[in-house]
């Protein structure tokens, strides 16, 4: 593979490298990774999207729910997929901080179409908070990769259990553990520092809690 296709010389051996590093090899770390999996941005952005519209009695919850799963979950995905299957990133979870600039891009870019669409067309004030959450989460996201790797895992996790807390109260307060669970299977599989997972916590709380108070229909 040549230069001008990866923009490295190395990435064979990069990859290599990193899926040598990165693969799961005890029980511990195949349990870690099913719970990354299942913690994973996407993941957690459609049930607890799902788990939000299934609660609201508005005409049309469903076609602003559509709106926003294409094209703040469905696009960013599919570019993301593209990068693998072209060299431009090494895996599906964007080990390296220097390869996620495009997909934060294009997240950003997707959630704030998202919201931009959901704006004009008045959609129910709670999924205009979540597409507008999103678009301010991932855009600090951006701006911190800049420097430094923060969990996107542990930012989702902890956003969408405070917007579920908050749309059911007490009755979801089991949720809660998945904060910690997702944060204990990043730090397992070596993708992230405890430091880095806490960020991303307090990072998912902060931007959702700020939605909601600034949303007064909420």
């Known amino acids: 593979m040549s230069e001008r296709d990866h923009g490295s010389p190395s990435y064979s051996s990069l990859a290599t490298t990193l899926d040598a590093v990165l693969k799961p090899r005890t029980r511990g770390e195949y349990l870690a990774y099913g719970i990354s999996q299942l913690g994973s941005p996407p993941v957690m952005g459609l049930a607890g999207l799902i788990v939000v519209a299934a609660s ?21 995905l599919l570019f993301l997929i593209w990068q693998v299957r072209h060299g431009r990133v090494t895996d599906l979870d964007v080990q390296l901080r220097e390869q996620r600039k495009g997909s934060l891009l294009v997240t950003i870019g997707g959630f704030g179409v998202s919201w931009l669409v959901m704006h004009i067309g008045h959609a129910p004030p709670l999924l205009k908070a979540m597409a507008g959450a999103g678009f301010v989460q991932w855009l600090v996201v951006f701006v911190i990769t800049l420097r430094w790797k923060i969990s996107v895992h542990t930012s989702s996790a902890a956003g969408v259990t405070l917007l579920i807390l908050h749309v059911f109260g007490l009755a979801a307060a089991p949720l809660v553990i998945s ?3 997702i944060a204990w299977s990043r730090v397992k599989l070596r993708r992230h520092t405890l430091g880095q997972t806490i960020a991303g ?5 902060v931007v959702i809690v700020g939605a909601i108070l600034l949303t007064p229909a909420l």
Do not use: E, K, Q, R
């Open 56 to 76: 609201m009695s508005v005409p049309g919850v469903w076609l602003w729910s559509g709106v926003y799963v294409l094209m703040a979950l469905v696009a960013p």
């Open 179 to 181: 904060i910690p669970l």
């Open 201 to 205: 916590a307090l990072l998912g709380c």
